[in-house]
């Protein structure tokens, strides 16, 4: 019979495993653990060298043939790690399930639809030897002109918090161990969309009060639901790189939020405090500022594996801080099996779990219930006496725009290139032609995404970072003058033109500082309009953009932002009348780029936010509004606790009624407003929700109960307490003050 080591062995405790296994490991194999690097180049002499423990790029066989030679040629035989960033879907694998990306999905206000989404991107994802997503974003959008807000969950902190949680247990489940399931990520902690002038991974000059007040929400929640890692951002607070940030790291997530599991930094952010932010001398320096401010792994940075070492041995660095963050590491290694029944993959599962049926049908419904009905002046849904719809428009068939960002057309690890099926994805055009039975559909792409003038600058940056081929798909069609396009939508009964961004625009280092419609698409509706032939726009694009036209002149306005791959099917199948909309937007939309900010949840001031050129302060589209083809009704809104003491709950109702000829799903929000403070707050701060379906004519009492804590504001001395005094209560369809009603109550 085998010996086994205590570490070895799968019945002791999991502490004692830690424990056994620290005790027998040198220095450099505990600054082992520390280190993720780029599984491509060569990771053998990594292990060998540097007894890395993590690795990226390296995804099913490789990965299984690297946790091998580990296995069999290290003297402890410590697994590693596999991480990716699977963030709505593990995108990366050719057939892998896409869902709409994380702003799409939160136009559904629903948390068990975004719990499933990360159930079945863990088991896609963890039968291609992935251990670990760095999901989800939990970055709480401010700036529309940051390239990653289609990576948020919008706006709203708590909606955020929310569904940042649901994803999360749906990533990893009861048991990690579990081999459907795989590690979190949270990420970037934190602050990171509060970045000046919405520039990626730039300074954000932001106090403690308001991290605590609006940033560190949705994390906090996070820890609650039992996310395993965390990561740190690029950027600096208040001139400190979150990197070095002691505070961020270790006083508030670690010791005051009681997280148990590892940080890691993200793609060379050691090197960054040296190379780009200035606040190390030297790669020395950063590495040691680092392991003080508690990182427990570093992503990328290769010279932090020796420089650790020479640290710790030269006296400058505690080795405690060393053996905290292994210790950390190991503890996750071990939960995941991976020193017992999970050490490999069976990748045999793939043909069983990627792809099937159940998933397609999933992300079919996940679309369904995240796309927005913003406009509809009685054109939808298409009438049964049309006979020609014309699809126009240069995002009506590109699958990589509905796909949105974190998808690629090639695999990490295989040297064939191979690509995502063309049939797996049904653009706007697609859907429509399925769905459209003896009505005629006609289609021309009419323009580029771009200006001309600006392709050959855009061009050559997309070449530099992406190669050629995925450049030609944006520049290969549509540099006409759009003659086509308008004589099909001329002799059509509906257009319908489908219209936004793409992935030049989209994810990190793609800020715009313009969010007006790009290249000739605005021309393009106006051409359409003048046909007089009523127009229906689509939009799909990673972020609100500044649309006040479209809003004016269009008889319809669809935000789907990017649905996923099934995007267009759901689309078609809301025009068509297949079932109503369901979706709320999650973030609004501004008239003009110079309107910022205008998220819901401004500080009151004296000018009430007015510009000499709007005349007026409101968004064009708001947080939380969204269209039906039915009607609901609110009315009778009471609080059950008028007043609330400490520790108690305060309860409310409202009466809902469909009063349409459609059953659908609404949502209803619950809004609270502090309304004298001892430091500013909100004007309304979301607190609840509720997704209510009705049919025609049916009426719901609908009941909220919102903990004590919820009605709690961080005060001047950093103390997070419920004043007391006068507060009011909205409920209502959106946040906009004509869709709510009012009540008071008191905190005594």
């Known amino acids: 019979m085998r010996e086994y080591l205590r570490y070895q062995d799968e019945s002791a405790l999991l502490e004692e495993r830690v424990d056994d296994l620290m005790l027998r490991m040198t220095l450099e194999e505990k600054v082992g653990q520390m280190c993720q690097l780029d599984g491509r ?22 990965a299984n043939a690297l946790q091998k030679y580990v296995f069999e040629n290290t003297r402890l035989g410590i697994p590693l790690i596999f991480g990716i960033d699977a963030i709505h879907g593990h995108a990366f694998w050719p057939t892998a399930t896409v869902f709409p990306t994380q702003l799409g999905v939160s136009c559904s206000w629903n948390p068990g639809l975004v719990n499933e989404m990360g159930r079945i991107t863990a088991k896609e994802t963890a039968c291609t030897g992935m251990h670990w997503t760095f999901s989800p974003v939990l970055g709480v959008t401010r700036d529309l002109r940051w390239g990653r807000v289609d990576e948020t969950f919008g706006e709203d902190p708590y909606l955020a918090g929310e569904l940042g949680a649901a994803v999360i247990e749906g990533y990893q489940g009861e ?4 081999p459907e399931r795989i590690l979190a990520c949270p990420k970037h902690f934190a602050g990171y969309p509060g970045s000046i002038g919405g520039r990626d991974s730039y300074e954000a000059e932001l106090t403690q009060r308001s991290m605590r007040s609006l940033y560190l929400k949705p994390f906090k929640r996070a820890v609650e639901a039992g996310a395993a890692t965390f990561m740190t951002g690029y950027h600096t607070i208040d001139g400190v790189s979150c990197t070095a940030n002691r505070w961020l790291l270790n006083d508030v997530l670690k010791e005051e939020w009681g997280f148990e599991g590892f940080v890691i930094t993200d793609w060379m952010n050691v090197a960054h405090m040296v190379h780009d932010q200035k606040v190390s001398p030297n790669l ?92 509809n002046d ?20 590109d699958v990589m725009a509905q796909l949105g960002d974190w998808v690629s057309w090639q695999v990490y690890g295989e ?42 600058i855009v061009m050559a940056r997309t070449r530099r970072e992406y190669g050629d081929p995925f450049g030609e798909i944006f520049w290969a069609e549509g540099k006409g ?8 939508a001329a002799e059509a009964d509906v257009a319908v033109v489908v219209v936004g961004d793409n992935r030049v625009f989209i994810g990190e280092n793609r ?3 313009n969010l007006d419609l790009s290249g000739r698409q605005q021309e393009l509706l106006e051409k359409v309009k003048a046909k007089g032939t009523p127009m229906v726009v689509v939009l799909i694009n990673s972020k609100p953009l500044s649309i006040p036209w479209v809003a004016e002149n269009a008889d319809a306005v669809i935000e789907t932002f990017n649905p996923g791959m099934r995007g267009g099917e759901a689309l078609a199948g809301l025009l068509f009348g297949e079932r109503d909309f369901t979706g709320k937007l999650t973030v609004s939309f501004p008239f003009h780029v110079g309107q910022q900010p205008v998220y819901y949840n401004q500080l009151p001031g004296w000018h009430t936010g007015y510009y000499v050129d709007l005349f007026h302060n409101q968004p064009l589209y708001a947080f939380g509004y969204g269209l039906h083809y039915t009607t609901f009704e609110y009315s009778d809104l009471r609080v059950q606790t008028p007043v609330l003491s400490e520790g108690e709950v305060l309860k409310a ?61 961080v005060n001047a001395d950093l103390e997070t307490v419920v004043e007391v005094g006068e507060f009011e209560m909205m409920v209502g369809s959106s946040s906009r003050d004509e869709d709510l009603l009012k009540a008071a109550f008191e905190v005594k």
Request: charged share 30%; aromatic share 6%.
């Open 175 to 178: 048991d990690v161990s579990d």
């Open 284 to 375: 020395k320096d950063a590495t040691k500022q680092a392991i003080q401010a508690t990182n427990d792994m570093s992503m990328t940075t290769e010279e932090f594996c020796g420089l650790a070492v020479e640290l710790v041995k030269e006296g400058s660095l505690d080795v405690s801080l060393v053996d905290d963050a292994c210790r950390r590491v190991l503890r996750m290694k071990f939960m995941l099996g991976l020193f017992d029944k999970n050490r490999y993959t069976d990748l045999s599962k793939q043909s069983e779990w990627i792809g099937i049926e159940e998933h397609r049908e999933a992300v079919l419904e996940a679309a369904y219930e995240s796309i927005v009905l913003l406009k």
């Open 415 to 456: 040297a064939d290139g191979t690509t995502r099926p063309r049939e797996l994805t049904s653009t706007v055009l697609d859907g429509i032609r399925g769905q459209a039975g003896d009505i005629e559909v006609t289609y021309d792409r009419a323009c580029s995404i771009m200006r001309p003038e600006d392709e050959e």
């Open 481 to 488: 003058d759009m003659q086509q396009s308008v004589q099909l």
């Open 41 to 62: 180049k060569k990771p053998k002499q990594w292990v060998d060298e540097h007894h890395v423990g993590s690795f990226l790029h390296l995804i099913g066989e490789p």
């Open 511 to 513: 800020d715009r500082m």
């Open 378 to 397: 009685d054109v939808l849904p298409i009438k049964k006496e049309v006979k020609k719809i014309a699809v126009l428009g240069p995002n009506a068939d």
């Open 653 to 713: 109702t409202v009466e809902l009624k469909n009063t349409g000829d459609w059953t659908a799903t609404e949502i209803v929000q619950l809004y609270i407003n502090d309304v004298y403070s001892s430091v500013v707050t909100p004007i309304k701060e979301l607190k609840a929700f509720k997704r209510i379906n009705l049919e025609p004519g049916e009426k719901k009492t609908v009941s909220f109960e919102v903990p004590f804590e919820e009605l709690a504001l």
